[in-house]
C-alpha cells in the first residue's frame, strides 16, 4: 500500500459500484436485532476504507444529506474521479482522500460505521493489521465495523485456479498481458487434466467462472500474489486485542443457508451463545468462500437468537409473489420468492400479507400497516381472538424471515412504487444512465439496464415530463438516432403510449423513482 511504485488499481481500475450488503441501514438494523442502538442513517458519519471511485458512498451520500461520509484510498485515480461525480451532483457532505490506509487515523475523526469491502484479502499483513486497528481507534461506542474477505475452507479450490495462473505469469508485469497470459494458461491447463479426477473436475469448474469474469477484476482478485483466505477465527482473534467481537454477518439471519439434513442438525446442537463455533462450522460444512463480517466493540452486550425478537420495530419486504402453479390442496397457496424459491402457506393471514407485500416490492409496509392489511383481506376465514390471529401470522412471518425469504429494516427505504403524474428518478440513476448501463437503485443495489431505450427514458425522468411528454420526448430521440445513422440494431423506430406505461412499471419495480 505505498506509493514507492505505480499503483496498480492507477494502472487498471477497478469497477466500483453500490454494495447493497453494507449499507448502514442494513447493518443498524442487524445490529438492533442483537440489541444494539446503532445510529440513524439521518445524522451517521461513515468511514470507506478503499472506497475507490466512490460507486459504494456516493448513493448514501446522496440519500442522507444530514449524515457525513468520509472515504479514503491509495489509488490518486479513483480519488479523482470519486471527486469529480460528487461535485457535479452537489454534494457537500462526502469527502474523499487520496489516502494510505497506514497513515490514516485520529485526525480523521470518529465513525457510526467503518466499511471495508474487497480490500483486506488483497494486502499486505500490516495493513490488515491497521485496518483493524482503525476499527479500535474510530469506532464510536455503539459503532459498527464491516469487513469482507476471502475466506477458507471454500477458496482452497479456488486457489487450485491461481496457483496455474500466477506460475505462467510470474514473469509478466504488464496487465492486460498478465491477464491474457493467465485465461491462456487456466484454459490450457485445465482441459488437459483428468475430467474425472477431483482436481480435474475443480480446476474445470472455475475456468468456467473465469470465462465470465471481467479481465480488470481478474487481474485484482486472481493475479495479486499477495492475496489470501482467512478462516473466520482468523480474523475474529486479529481483531480482539483491538476490542473487538463478532456480531453477526452481513447475509444475518440466513446464517445456515446451504446446510440441510445432518449438518443442519450438527449446528441446531451448537448453542446459541457459542456464535464462532457456529459460524466456523457452517463454513466447514458448506465450503464458504467469501465472508462479510460485522464487529462491534468487545464490551458491547449482545442478544443471541431470536428469543427476544419481534417483528414490530421493523418496516418488512419481500419480492415475493403467488405461484402460477397452483397448490392442489385444499387452502394451501403457493408464493415465489425471487425466482427460484417455492413456498407453500396454509395460514390465510399470512397469504394476504404476502400479498401486500408482492404489491409493495421494492418498497416495504411497517409491521403495523402489513398486520393490519392482512387482518382486513383475511377477515371472513379469522376466529374470535385477534390477538391470537396476530401471534399467528408473526410466527409465520418470523419463519419466513429465518429462511432469508424477507427483509426488515429499521428505517424504510427512501423509494415509491407510485407512479406519480411527473414521475422523478433518483438523480444518480439519472446520471449514471447517460454513460452506461448500470445503475444505482434505491435500495442500494447495482442494476443492469436493457439496452439505450431504457436508459434514455430513465434519463427523461426529472420530474418535468407527463406520460405523453415522456412519449415525444423518446420519439424525438428516436428519430433523431435513425436520421444521424447513428441508431443501433434493433432501435424501433418510434415509442407508443403503451410502451411508455410499460417502461414506468419497470422504472418502479426497478427501485428507481424518488418518493
Not at 471454500?154 to 495462473?165: E, F
Not at 482473534?237 to 452481513?250: I, K, M, V
Request: aromatic share 6%; with cysteine; net charge negative.
Amino acid at each position: 500500500m505505498s506509493e514507492t511504485k505505480t499503483n496498480p488499481y492507477d494502472a487498471v481500475a477497478y469497477p466500483g459500484h453500490a454494495f447493497s450488503q453494507t449499507h448502514p441501514g442494513h447493518l443498524a438494523t442487524i445490529a438492533h436485532f442483537h440489541g444494539m442502538q446503532a445510529a440513524p442513517t439521518a445524522t451517521m458519519r461513515v468511514l470507506e476504507l478503499g472506497c475507490g471511485s466512490g460507486g459504494n458512498l456516493i448513493p448514501m451520500a446522496l440519500q442522507s444529506p444530514g449524515a457525513a461520509f468520509v472515504g479514503i484510498d491509495l489509488s490518486a485515480s479513483a480519488i479523482a474521479r470519486a471527486k469529480a461525480d460528487a461535485e457535479e451532483l452537489g454534494l457537500r457532505n462526502i469527502d474523499f482522500r487520496h489516502l494510505d490506509i497506514m497513515e490514516a487515523g485520529a485526525a480523521l475523526g470518529s465513525f457510526d460505521y467503518i466499511l471495508v469491502h474487497g480490500v483486506y484479502s488483497w494486502v499486505p499483513p500490516f495493513v490488515r493489521e491497521r485496518i483493524l486497528a482503525l476499527f479500535g481507534e474510530l469506532l464510536r461506542p455503539q459503532g459498527i465495523a464491516y469487513v469482507s474477505y476471502n475466506a477458507l475452507p471454500g477458496c482452497r479450490l479456488r486457489d487450485l485456479a491461481r496457483d496455474v495462473m500466477l506460475y505462467e505469469t510470474r514473469d509478466i508485469e504488464e496487465p492486460l498481458e498478465r491477464v491474457r497470459v493467465a485465461r491462456a494458461a487456466i484454459k490450457r491447463f485445465a482441459e488437459a487434466t483428468d475430467p474425472d479426477s477431483f482436481y480435474g473436475a475443480a480446476l474445470r469448474e472455475r475456468l468456467q467462472q473465469i470465462a465470465e469474469i471481467p479481465d480488470n477484476v481478474l487481474y485484482h482478485d486472481d493475479l495479486n500474489p499477495g492475496a489470501r483466505a482467512f478462516a473466520l477465527h482468523e480474523v475474529l482473534d486479529a481483531a480482539a486485542p483491538q476490542g473487538l467481537q463478532f456480531l453477526a454477518e452481513a447475509s444475518f439471519p440466513n446464517n445456515f443457508g446451504g446446510a440441510r439434513g445432518p449438518a443442519q442438525q450438527l449446528l441446531n446442537a451448537i448453542p446459541i451463545d457459542e456464535p464462532l463455533r457456529q459460524e466456523q462450522s457452517l463454513d466447514l460444512l458448506i465450503g464458504r468462500s467469501f465472508r462479510q463480517t460485522l464487529l462491534c466493540r468487545s464490551d458491547v452486550a449482545l442478544h443471541r437468537g431470536f428469543s427476544r425478537f419481534a417483528l414490530a420495530p421493523y418496516h418488512l419486504a419481500a419480492n415475493v409473489r403467488e405461484a402460477d402453479e397452483k397448490d392442489e390442496r385444499p387452502g394451501v397457496g403457493g408464493f415465489l420468492f425471487g425466482d427460484d424459491v417455492r413456498l407453500a402457506v396454509d395460514l390465510d393471514t399470512a397469504k394476504a400479507a404476502l400479498r401486500a407485500l408482492g404489491q409493495a416490492w421494492p418498497g416495504s409496509l411497517s409491521h403495523s400497516e402489513l398486520v393490519a392489511t392482512a387482518l382486513r383481506a383475511a377477515r371472513d376465514s379469522l376466529g374470535p381472538d385477534t390477538e391470537r390471529e396476530i401471534a399467528r401470522l408473526n410466527e409465520a412471518l418470523t419463519a419466513i424471515y429465518r429462511a432469508g425469504l424477507l427483509e426488515i429494516q429499521l428505517e424504510p427505504h427512501r423509494l415509491t412504487t407510485t407512479v406519480s403524474e411527473r414521475p422523478v428518478a433518483s438523480l444518480l440513476a439519472r446520471r449514471q444512465a447517460q454513460s452506461g448501463n448500470e445503475v444505482t437503485d434505491l435500495r442500494h443495489r447495482a442494476v443492469a439496464l436493457d439496452g439505450v431505450v431504457v436508459r434514455k427514458f430513465i434519463s427523461l425522468l426529472d420530474g418535468t415530463r407527463t406520460a405523453p411528454m415522456l412519449l415525444a420526448a423518446m420519439n424525438d430521440f428516436l428519430a433523431e438516432a435513425h436520421a444521424s445513422g447513428r441508431a443501433v440494431a434493433g432501435l424501433p423506430q418510434r415509442a407508443t403510449a403503451e410502451e411508455v406505461e410499460t417502461h414506468l412499471r419497470d422504472v418502479a419495480r426497478l427501485g428507481l423513482l424518488a418518493g
